[in-house]
């Protein structure tokens, strides 16, 4: 019987090491978690910021904006998607 004061179970292991052989695990599972999602992140597609604001710029010349009048002149009401909705004296039930 060791005299290091340890409780013993059934298996004959004290309760102490197993407690660290447990702990060790979690940790070393959990490492191999943040392992994997580091590795899935660094294999992620990456862009550059310079072509991702060229890209943004190119969009926002390109695509016409109804919120700023003041670029893309007056809207027609009929391509207004922000006009309000006409109504023919009926309700409208969403």
């Known amino acids: 019987m060791p005299s290091s004061g340890y409780e ?11 407690k660290k052989q447990s702990m060790a695990d979690l940790k070393l599972r959990r490492l191999t978690e943040l392992n994997l999602r580091l590795r899935e992140d660094l294999d992620r ?3 550059r910021v310079s072509d991702a604001a060229d890209s943004l710029v190119a969009y ?7 919120m700023v009048p003041s670029v893309w002149g007056p809207v027609d009401k009929r391509e207004d998607p922000y006009a309000p909705p006409k109504n023919n004296g ?3 039930v969403m």
């Open 60 to 66: 926002t010349k390109q695509t016409k904006d109804f």
């Open 8 to 18: 013993l179970r059934a298996g004959g292991e004290p309760v102490q090491r197993n």
């Open 45 to 47: 597609p990456r862009v």
């Open 90 to 92: 009926c309700c409208v």
